[in-house]
């Protein structure tokens, strides 16, 4: 299975963690951590490492990440240059991480990527284009 490091600025990454742990269950091989207040690059850095080598069992590490060019993307980013099985995903959100990690467990590294990128863009949206959707399809079912 592939293991998670979700990181961020603030308590991003604790709070995301927590909020998919409430809605989809305990997750295995996966671990938080937060870019607060006072902590150093090198100390990001440092925790980075160890939560992907607590993580990785073999298949790779996905780093979960809240922006890109904050220093969480780019210390993720100077890990993953380093191992083929690694990826960083940036802009990570709830829909993203509640679609793709029940189904980590059968895919690569890159599997993961793609189908998360697509949980993301599906997931944003608003109420009225939502709305605009629903319209659409209710009307081009009257003819049935």
């Known amino acids: 299975m592939l293991g998670v490091v979700i990181t961020g600025h603030g308590r991003f990454a604790s709070g995301l963690l927590q909020a998919i742990e409430q809605v989809i269950g305990s997750q295995e091989q996966c671990i938080a951590i937060d870019f607060t207040e006072g902590i150093c690059i090198d100390t990001l850095r440092q925790a980075l490492t160890i939560a992907s080598l607590q993580c990785d069992q073999g298949d790779g590490v996905i780093f979960l ?47 993961f990527r793609d189908k998360a990128l697509e949980a993301g863009h599906r997931g944003l949206t608003s109420l009225w284009h939502e709305q605009q959707r629903e319209k659409h399809f209710i009307g081009s079912c009257d003819g049935l």
């Open 65 to 111: 990440t809240d922006l890109l060019g904050g220093s969480p993307f780019r210390q993720a980013s100077l890990l993953t240059l380093k191992n083929a099985h690694y990826q960083v995903i940036t802009g990570a959100n709830m829909q993203m991480v509640a679609e793709v990690m029940p189904e980590r467990s059968n895919m690569s590294a890159v599997e």
